[in-house]
C-alpha cells in the first residue's frame, strides 16, 4: 500500500475510534470496576448531553461558524422554563417560552453574524455573556441554580427513565444525531449548510440564500441547546446556570474537532462528533475514577483541544494557498 494510500485509510476519524478503543481495552484492564454495569451507564449518561450539544456545534461549524452561546443559552432557558413551573405555569407552556427564549437568542446572534458581519467568535462570545447576565438577573432566574418541582410531570423520563433498558438520555441524544445526520444529507438547507461552509462565495453567487441560512444554522444550534438543557436538568433534578462559567463549552468544541470536523467548514459528519464524544467520554470516565483531579483533567483536555486544532489546521486548511506545500 502506497503512502498516501495508508494517508487515507487512518484519517483522523479513524484514528480516533482506535485510540477509544484502545483507552477502553487499557481501563478495562487496569481499572476495577470501570467495566461494570453502572459504571458502563453512567458513563453513557454523561457523554449524552455532550453529544447532543457536538451535534448542534456540528450544523454551526459546518457553515464555517462556531456557537461560544451554546451552554449560556441551554442553562438560562432551562432554568427559566423550570423555574417558570415552580410558580404555576403549566408544564407546556413553561417548555414554550424556555424555547421561544433561546430560540430568539439564537436569531439575534445569526442576525448579528449574518447581516452585521461580526465575526461568530466575537458574536457568541458576547452574546453568551449577555444570555447569562440577563439570565442571573431578577428579570429572568435571580438565582444560580433552579431545582425541578417534584410534579414536573412525564417530562422528568427524558433524564431518568430507560428505554429497552437504555437510558433515555442516551436515546434522545441518539434521536437527535439521526436526525441531523438525515437534515444534512437528505435535505436543501442541509446541503446548502455544506455549500456555504465550503465556499460561500461560490455559494452566493449559485443563488444560495447565505446569509438566512447562517441566521437557520445558529437557530438550530439553540433549539438543540434548549433540549440539552432539558435532558441536563430532568437527569439531576436541577439546572445550574453556573455551568456557564465552567469549561463545557470548550468540550464540546473537542468533540466536534477531535472526531474530524474541520473547523475551516464544510467538512464533517455526525459519525466524526459520535466518535469523539466516545474518546472524551471514555478518557473523562477513566480519569475520574483513577480519581485524577478536576484541574489536571482540564489540562489533559486542554492538550487534546490544542492537538486536535492543530491537526486540523494541517488538514482542513481555511485558505487554499495556506494549505499548499512548500509555503512558509
Known sequence: MTSKGLFRLLNQERIVFLLTILLFALFTTLLPGFLSANNMLALLRSVAVLGILGVGMLVVVLGRGIDLSMVATMAISVAWALQLVSTG???GTALVMGLGFALIMSLITGLLIAYADIPPLFATLAMATFIYGFGRSNLITGTDVVYMPNDIGWIKSLGQGYFLGVPMPVVVALIVAALVWAFLRFTKPGRFIFAIGDNAAAARITAIPVRPMLVTQYVLSGGIAFLAGIITAT????MNTRVVNSNMIYDVI???????VGLSGGRGNVRNVIVGT????VLMNGMTIMDIQYTVQNVIKSLILLLAIVADSILN?????????GDI
Not at 235 to 238: H, Q, T, Y
Not at 254 to 260: F, P, S
Not at 317 to 325: A, H, L, N, S, V
Request: aromatic share 0%.
Open 254 to 260: 473537542l468533540v466536534v474537532v477531535l472526531g474530524g
Open 235 to 238: 437527569s439531576v433534578a436541577a
Open 317 to 325: 486548511p481555511r485558505d487554499e494557498q495556506t494549505g499548499q506545500q
Open 278 to 281: 466516545l474518546l472524551i467520554g
Open 89 to 91: 405555569t403549566p408544564l
